[in-house]
């Protein structure tokens, strides 16, 4: 029984430790002549003025097109990755790919009427 409280205030002993040691690690000094370089960019919001396509039904995304080394181009209300669905709307485009090397280009496409684009937007 001695052997197990041993082992565990060690354990108990290095936990302690490891909190005590990050509450003592900071970042370096500040340095007020620290300045940005050119090479590095602010980012900001950017909103278009007109959503072509939201994909909420399966008619937004019947449009879209399977182009280059595209198998077919689908409707979809979940993913894989990230947060297993869109962000915002009901559903999503899915590009189903052909089985081609990572770096050939896989393309989809719409044909845009460009009279009802051009009266949707507001100048």
């Known amino acids: 029984m001695s052997r197990l409280r041993g082992i565990s205030?060690?354990?108990?002993?290095?936990?302690?430790l490891q909190l005590v040691l990050a509450a003592v690690v900071s970042a370096g000094a500040y340095d007020p002549?620290?300045?940005?370089?050119?090479h590095v960019t602010t980012g900001e919001?950017?909103?278009p003025a007109l959503i072509i396509n939201d994909f909420n039904t399966q008619?937004?995304?019947?449009?879209?097109k399977a182009g280059t080394n595209t198998k077919e181009v689908k409707f979809v209300?979940?993913?894989?990755?990230?947060?297993?669905?869109?962000?915002?709307g009901a559903g999503a485009l899915?590009?189903?790919?052909?089985?081609?090397?990572?770096?050939?280009?896989?393309?989809?496409?719409r044909d845009f009427d460009?009279?009802?684009?051009?009266s949707l937007i507001v100048i």
């Open 77 to 88: 209300t979940s993913i894989q990755n990230g947060p297993n669905g869109p962000y915002e």
């Open 9 to 16: 205030t060690m354990v108990a002993l290095v936990m302690l």
């Open 33 to 38: 002549g620290l300045h940005e370089s050119e």
């Open 45 to 47: 919001d950017l909103f």
């Open 114 to 118: 460009q009279r009802s684009i051009f």
């Open 59 to 64: 008619e937004d995304a019947s449009a879209w």
């Open 94 to 109: 899915e590009q189903i790919p052909n089985n081609v090397k990572v770096y050939e280009w896989r393309t989809i496409y």
